[in-house]
């Protein structure tokens, strides 16, 4: 049971917009501490996608974007492309001292 | 470029240990923690614990408390994880990570994962 709480699955067609939504609690998102995403292909190294709630490394592109609210963030990702296929996940840090995951949002790209 | 390079695919049985390795080029070894994180078959990803590889400093997540141990060797700028007991549940793919800039902040690279299969 991760602590995170993410939807198991989200879809969509191509060129259109998916949101993949992390709860989470008082004691971690609420705390507030910052909230990242990964984007993870299966047999590969997961890749960095947001972190602090907002902020894209260089090199993603600017169709994914972050937001945060609360006990709550979100992942949006438009103009969705079949590269997009993967597993996405949030990440975030505890008062109990501890990173803490979401248990991890498979897209497909109809 | 930044690699986390982790060893090769373990298989053990009950009540036996691992040990994964990662090694790290492309940036200043002792300056970032490094984290292991494992990903058991369907399901999420969950946090093991982290090495400063510059003072040697550990902090377990406190389940794996007393199974297991991070260390490093700054010569090698290799990171070791071995977790003892192991018990079925836990066959996972684990992962090394590296975070700059402090603890409670994102991964910014990851190692491509170290399949340990725990099998009788």
């Known amino acids: 049971q991760s602590v995170l709480t993410q939807p198991p699955s989200v879809s969509g067609a191509p060129g259109q917009r998916v949101t993949i939504s992390c709860t989470g609690s008082?004691?971690?998102?609420?705390?507030?501490?910052?909230v990242h995403w990964y984007q993870h292909l299966p047999g590969t190294a997961p890749k960095l996608l947001i972190y602090g709630n907002t902020n894209r490394p260089s090199g993603v592109p600017d169709r994914f974007s972050g937001s945060k609210s609360g006990t709550s963030a979100s992942l949006a990702i438009t103009g969705l492309q079949a590269e997009d296929e993967a597993d996405y996940f949030c990440?975030?840090?505890?008062?109990?001292?501890?990173?803490?995951f979401g248990g991890g949002t498979k897209l497909t790209v109809l | 470029q930044v690699q986390l390079v982790q060893s090769g695919a373990e298989v053990k049985k009950p009540g036996a240990s691992v040990k994964v390795s990662c090694k790290a080029s492309g940036y200043t070894f002792t300056g970032s923690y490094m984290h292991w994180v494992r990903q058991a078959p369907g399901q999420g990803l969950e946090w093991m614990g982290w090495?400063?590889?510059?003072?040697?400093?550990?902090n377990y997540a406190q389940k794996f408390q007393g199974r297991v141990t991070m260390t490093r060797d700054t010569s090698m700028s290799t990171v070791y994880m071995e977790l003892s007991r192991l018990r079925s549940d836990d066959t996972a793919v684990y992962y090394c990570a590296i975070t700059f800039g402090g603890v409670i902040v994102h991964f910014d690279y990851w190692g491509q994962g170290t399949l340990v299969t725990v099998s009788s």
């Open positions: 090495i400063n590889p510059n003072s040697g400093g550990t």
């Open positions: 008082s004691s971690n998102i609420g705390a507030p501490y910052d």
């Open positions: 990440q975030s840090y505890d008062t109990s001292l501890s990173v803490v």
